[in-house]
């Protein structure tokens, strides 16, 4: 079974963190959710999903979550999509909200567009060919130096990956593909 008997966490805040518990399991990882400090601990790696960032933040401050949450990003694997790419980033603007400031990249908020700007795309990666579902979609303006770009989209980076932590700009819990989901496992267990 993937993985390797580890607790796979997913931020249950906000957003919609059901369709990752299960793109989790379908990739053979245990997993549950997240809403407490004391959950937060007792997982091996977190997923914060897609929603709204400033209410993630907000429910954050409310259950006392954004330091810790901030301290587990330290230490141990996280994966971002979407909004949670935004607020694992190091800087985001458009407009500047506070974020964990765990990965080394910069991302610009709704950069694709409003909500009728959404789109499904397949794009190229080191996975392969995948189907990419963007909804009002965060633009990741700058990589630092140690994170690398595992797929990009109109040449913006999209999928990129820093030690064990994962953020796609995308949606890949939208999709019955659960490569990417994979993808976090595999380096989670590495």
């Known amino acids: 079974m993937a993985g390797n008997g580890k607790l796979y966490g997913v931020l249950a805040l906000q957003g919609d963190f059901e369709k990752h518990q299960h793109a989790l399991e379908r990739a053979g990882a245990r997993q549950c959710e997240v809403r407490t400090l004391e959950q937060l601990q007792a997982v091996d790696a977190l997923v914060i999903p897609g929603g709204e960032s400033t209410t993630m933040l907000r429910l954050m401050d409310y259950y006392g979550l954004f330091e810790p949450l901030r301290d587990f990003g330290l230490t141990k694997p996280m994966f971002g999509t979407c909004a949670g790419a935004i607020l694992m980033a190091r800087d985001v603007s458009s407009p500047a909200q506070r974020s964990l400031d765990v990965m080394d990249i910069d991302v610009e908020r709704n950069a694709y567009g409003r909500q009728v700007d959404s789109r499904i795309v397949e794009i190229d990666s080191t996975i392969g060919a995948i189907e990419a579902v963007f909804i009002r979609a965060p ?52």
Request: no cysteine.
């Open 139 to 190: 633009i990741i303006r700058r990589t630092g130096v140690e994170v690398e770009v595992l797929a990009s989209y109109l040449e913006d980076a999209v999928l990129v990956r820093q030690g064990k932590h994962l953020a796609s700009t995308f949606h890949p819990e939208l999709t019955d593909d659960t490569r990417v989901h994979k993808l976090f496992i595999d380096l989670v267990e590495q």
